[in-house]
């Protein structure tokens, strides 16, 4: 998942290590509505995977994404 | 700390998120740095949806080119509020560039589905009233600021319900909008504050199938997929550049595997790649559309190391070039070393080295140029061949904002100055140079079309003026209209060619003294008594007018020096010196001698 780590550390503009399990919308100032699609959809990219309208609304944190993914790749 | 331009060097952005990472190291830097040097633009952009991602993307791609803009985007939807309101944000901003990004989709809401809900007839009135509109709020923009404006015209769409049938409908839904298309079209042609951008072609040529990301459509009313909005920020530099003057005049050339495949001075005129084989074809459309923009006023030289012999040979003797000799401003076919060739190359033609784009496919020299000369535009050049003609293409840095006649045949004057150096070289002294010239110097009131090349050389000339004064086409036009002034114009021809009109004087015409506003000259006529056959004319005239005596003044500037002596050579006298200024007086009862071997025709 370094992948997804360095995509969120790129859009949220905060360091690589920071990214942990505690990283969610609410506790991340720079994590607003625009930066969450643009996300969404480099992930979808990044991953090959696509995600439905729900999923992408309904993802709030580090490791509600992760588990999409991992979903989603199996 | 870093510097915007190391900034932008380094991060060479390709996502997305990359971009909005550059951006925000660049605001920061802008911030906190001196940028003062850079040329700055203030952008407004109005569009009919979401335009996230816009800023922070224009943002490093003119920093890349070495400039700062400054942005200004119309809240969501809010372009007609915005045009309309004369306290709007938009005015309050002071824009140079506005750009009006209205969509198809925009436009025709839920008809861009089902367009066949309306009848043909329909379709025909609202396409006449969405044109009228479009061009109102165009109109109603230039009322209220003089900024440039881009205007997108819109996108025909990909899918009819119709089907295969679509273009059998007596004024379809596609049709209503290629319509709506050409009136905007038409409507600006002659405009030069408004420039029609094809935003249709933009979308065909980066893909009509990916143009939305359906997903950020439906969460966030996203009309353009954010992987376009780089492509589309390349669109908009190539306005911007020429607003602030970075257009480049000069290609500089290499010759050996870059006009042709192979090396002249190993493989011989016959071996070399150029004609029609398939490899020898790629080598001669490149050179057809070097001429074509030899064609539309860029100028061309040579750097190339070789032989000068056997590298002129092939513009002399192949049977398949398209460029001669004749086409290129200077040449150095040497051994020297590239970088000084390139120096020597824009001294000579007088330009800037931020005016020269250089084309050579070596790796080695492109690094070397790019090194000791950073204001040259050095092309990578691709390794494969083939793309050459698609590179040379793809550059937008030739634009420029209105085009005169000049302008256009500019690659040709400086290739005939070039000949006209070596014919000097081949005189005595500079009388019988002047002589050998034969020249014929043209002198006319302003006209309609003279008026834009006039106010021109006044915004540009800045060596032989004397009072440097800039005028804009409405004082030129306000002058010329005007009974106690006169506006001449000058056209300088030799035996080599036409320099179009080189020259302007600009009087008052008072009933006892006449006095010279303005007089310049621009550089390439410099040094040949052009002014001397213009003074002539207007002693003539002002003595005709029974006045007594011409005054005119000198404002020295940095730039000015070859007009410095221009009174004192030609019988005034100094009257008066206060700071730069001085005031020089010429007698009317004193006889002129106009130059023997220039001829003068008046109109």
Redesign the interface.
């Known amino acids: 998942m370094d992948e997804l780590k360095k995509?969120l550390a790129?859009?949220l503009?905060i360091d690589y290590e920071k990214v942990d399990d505690s990283l969610s919308r609410e506790t991340t100032e720079e994590w607003d509505?625009?930066n969450h699609?643009?996300?969404?959809?480099?992930i979808e990219k990044e991953f090959q995977i696509s995600?439905s309208?729900q999923e992408?609304?309904e993802a709030r944190s580090y490791s509600d994404i992760r588990t999409l993914i991992l979903d989603k790749k199996q | 700390m870093k510097n915007i331009f190391d900034i932008v060097q380094v991060a060479k952005p390709k996502t997305i998120p990359e971009y909005f990472q550059c951006s925000r190291k660049i605001r920061k830097a802008i911030n906190r740095e001196d940028t003062i040097q850079w040329p700055h633009v203030k952008i407004a952009i109005l569009s009919s949806f979401t335009t996230n991602g816009m800023e922070e993307i224009l943002t490093v791609k003119c920093c890349e080119q070495g400039i700062i803009p400054k942005l200004y985007l119309a809240p969501y939807n809010q372009y007609n509020q915005e045009i309309l309101n004369p306290q709007s944000g938009l005015y309050a901003f002071e824009p140079d560039l506005v750009v009006v990004f209205i969509d198809t989709r925009s436009i025709l809401d839920q008809r861009f589905q089902n367009p066949y809900e309306i009848d043909n007839e329909d379709r025909k009135t609202w396409a006449d009233n969405a044109a009228k509109n479009l061009i109102m709020l165009v109109q109603q923009i230039k009322t209220r600021s003089s900024a440039k404006i881009i205007f997108h015209n819109l996108e025909v769409p990909l899918w009819s319900p119709m089907g295969i049938l679509e273009n059998k409908q007596n004024f379809g839904f596609f049709e209503s909008i290629e319509y709506l298309n050409e009136k905007i079209r038409d409507e600006f042609k002659r405009d030069s504050q408004v420039f029609v951008f094809d935003y249709n072609a933009f979308c065909s040529r980066y893909g009509k199938q990916d143009l939305i990301n359906y997903k950020l459509y439906y969460l966030a009313d996203l009309k353009l997929n954010l992987e376009y909005l780089p492509w589309l920020a390349d669109e908009y530099l190539a306005y911007i550049k020429p607003i602030l003057s970075k257009t480049k005049k000069c290609i500089v050339l290499d010759l050996d595997n870059t006009l042709w495949g192979g090396i002249i001075g190993e493989d011989g005129l016959e071996g070399i790649c150029l004609g029609p084989t398939p490899e020898g074809r790629s080598f001669m459309e490149f050179q057809s559309y070097l001429l074509a923009l030899f064609n539309r006023g860029v100028i061309l030289a040579i750097n190339s190391k070789n032989n000068l012999d056997d590298a002129l040979a092939v513009f002399r003797n192949h049977p398949h070039t398209i460029l001669k000799e004749q086409h290129f401003a200077a040449i150095r076919i040497n051994w020297d070393d590239k970088v000084s060739n390139m120096i020597d190359i824009a001294r000579e033609l007088n330009i800037g080295l931020d005016a020269i784009v250089f084309l050579d496919d070596d790796k080695l020299n492109r690094e070397m140029i790019r090194a000791e000369l950073p204001d040259v535009l050095v092309v990578e050049m691709p390794d494969d061949t083939t793309l050459y003609l698609k590179t040379l293409a793809e550059l937008n840095d030739f634009n420029i904002l209105q085009i005169t006649e000049e302008d256009l045949s500019k690659g040709k004057m400086y290739a005939e100055q070039r000949q006209r150096d070596e014919f000097q070289k081949t005189v005595r002294d500079l009388s019988d140079y002047l002589k050998g010239l034969d020249m014929t110097v043209t002198i006319e009131r302003a006209t309609p079309f003279t008026i834009p090349r006039i106010s021109q050389l006044t915004q540009k000339t800045n060596q032989f003026n004397l009072t440097t004064r800039r005028y804009l086409e409405e004082d030129i036009r306000r002058f010329s209209e005007d009974g106690n002034w006169l506006v001449l114009c000058v056209d300088v021809k030799d035996k080599f060619g036409d320099n179009g009109i080189t020259g302007v004087m600009i009087a008052a015409r008072d009933p006892a003294e006449w006095r010279i506003d303005s007089l310049l000259l621009s550089c390439r006529i410099i040094g040949r008594d052009v002014e001397k056959a213009l003074l002539a004319f207007i002693i003539g005239e002002a003595k005709k007018s029974g006045a007594k005596k011409i005054s005119g003044e000198f404002i020295s500037t940095k730039k000015n020096a070859p007009a410095k002596n221009f009174f004192m050579n030609n019988g005034f006298s100094l009257k008066s010196k206060q700071g730069d200024t001085e005031i020089w007086e010429y007698n009317l009862s004193t006889t002129y001698k106009a130059p023997d071997y220039i001829r003068v025709i008046t109109r």
């Open positions: 995509l790129t859009v503009n509505s625009f699609l643009m996300l969404m959809s480099e995600f309208l992408i609304e």
